[in-house]
């Protein structure tokens, strides 16, 4: 797991649209897709039900998902030196 993997969950749980955070990162869907698999598999649980119409935020997703945010705010915080 890394924090780009972080990043790009919570932008897919802000949009509940592959391709629209992959749009907004700059990247293909087909490669948020295999980031968030991985993650995923690396976790152990899912963090996002799919459908053929629609992306929705697990129960455990959603905790993982508020974790991330903090976790990359903290490091957003962190000095350096």
Known sequence: ??????L??????ETLHFGKAAEIENIAQSGLSAQIAKLESELGFSLFERTNRRV???EAGKGFIERARQLLGEM??????
């Not at 797991?1 to 972080?6: P, Y």
Request: cysteine-free; proline content about 0%.
């Open 1 to 6: 797991m890394d924090t780009r993997q972080l």
């Open 8 to 13: 790009l969950a919570i932008r897919l749980a």
């Open 56 to 58: 929705i935020v697990t």
């Open 76 to 81: 957003s915080n962190t000095i350096v030196e």
